[in-house]
Each structure stands twice: as C-alpha cells, then as structure tokens.
Nanobody
Framework: QVQLVESGGGLVQAGGSLRLSCAAS????????MRWFRQAPGKEREFVAA????????SYADSVKDRFTISRENAKNTLYLQINSLKPEDTAVYYC???????????????????WGKGTLVTVSS
C-alpha cells in the first residue's frame, strides 16, 4: 500500500549538516506515523526519530535529540530529517518507515513498522 524512497544522503565532514527526505506513495500518507532508523556497518538497526500522523508530536533517540529534527509535509507525501552538527558516529544507512497502528511516538521498535524504504547512505568524515 505504501512505497517509501529515501534521498539526500552523501559524504559530509564532521560538523556539517544534511537534510534527508523520504517520499511516500499513496493517498493515505497522513494515516501513518513515521520513523527514521539507521544502521551503521556491523551494528543493529537503531531508532532515530519519530513523528505522529499530523506532525504534532515528535520523539528522538538520546544520541540525536539536540541535533536532529524530524518533520513532515503531508500535502507532499514527504518526511524529512534535518541533521546538524554531524559526527562520525552518525555514519549509517538511514531508513524511513511507516507505522499504521502506532498510537504514540514512544513506539520505536523495528518490528512494529509496516513499510520500509531501501535507505540512503550518510557518511561523515573526520
């Protein structure tokens, strides 16, 4: 029902900024809570940020909460992740995900997500 395509990744120096986008198909984008996850080489996929259906509520992993901003434009079927003050440890493939039955942005488990994009690579050099 939903296809997700991430973009905006690339190579950036530590301290720099990047904005990731996730374009969603379908006419029911606002029916889904949205999430960003990331997976660094050799590590498990981890939660990054969450946003409610209409963007009223957000939640962040402790490691990114002061540097990352999640947002969405439902009229454009697009999810965003603004990343500031990048650190080498932010290097990872970033995935967007849609959750049909997440009643709270506190839900941040991968297995609760219904749809996934294929990811976009962010590489931070030091």
């Amino acid at each position: 029902q939903v296809q997700l395509v991430e973009s905006g990744g690339g190579l950036v120096q530590a301290g720099g900024s990047l904005r990731l986008s996730c374009a969603a198909s379908g006419r029911t984008f606002s029916s889904y809570g949205m999430r960003w996850f990331r997976q660094a080489p050799g590590k498990e996929r981890e939660f990054v940020a969450a946003i409610s259906r209409y963007g009223r509520t957000t939640s962040y992993a402790d490691s990114v909460k002061d540097r990352f901003t999640i947002s969405r434009e439902n009229a454009k079927n697009t999810l965003y992740l603004q990343i500031n003050s990048l650190k080498p440890e932010d290097t990872a493939v970033y995935y967007c995900a849609a959750c049909s039955q997440c009643t709270s942005v506190a839900v941040r488990t991968s297995s609760d997500m219904d749809y996934w994009g294929k990811g976009t690579l962010v590489t931070v050099s030091s």
